[in-house]
């Protein structure tokens, strides 16, 4: 079993920059893909970034290619998701997951483990 608990949310204006955290508790973080997700108000959550166990594999959703980086640090047992060129588009609620799946997973159903969420603002 794992926990997990983000960091790391905020205000920041377009074109700026975050980098989320993640912290995770429990021995085994190392045997589980890590994924980055997001709700914004009056929409569905939302896929945004993910890491296979061993930080081998990524995958991202089209609107964060080249702007969003995800991370993993093992040995911390931590995840990071650093944020470029934000846009207003990218204020939401920013959750982390975590799944045994084996790759780094776009679908939500396969995260059995989530934080709490941090938000992060966009302001234009």
Known sequence: QVQ???SGGGLVQAGGSLRLSCAASGRTF???????????????REFVAAIS????????????KGR???SRDNAKK????????????????????????GYAATEEYVYGYW??????TVSS
């Open 4 to 6: 997990l608990v983000e």
């Open 115 to 120: 934080g709490q969420g941090t938000q992060v």
């Open 53 to 64: 166990w061993s930080g081998g594999n990524t995958n991202y959703a089209d609107s964060v």
């Open 78 to 101: 931590t995840v990071h998701l650093q944020m470029n060129s934000l846009k207003p588009d990218d204020t939401a609620v920013y959750y982390c997951a975590a799944s045994n799946v």
């Open 30 to 44: 190392s045997a589980y893909d890590m994924g980055w997700f997001r709700q914004a108000p009056g929409k569905e």
């Open 68 to 70: 969003f980086t995800i």
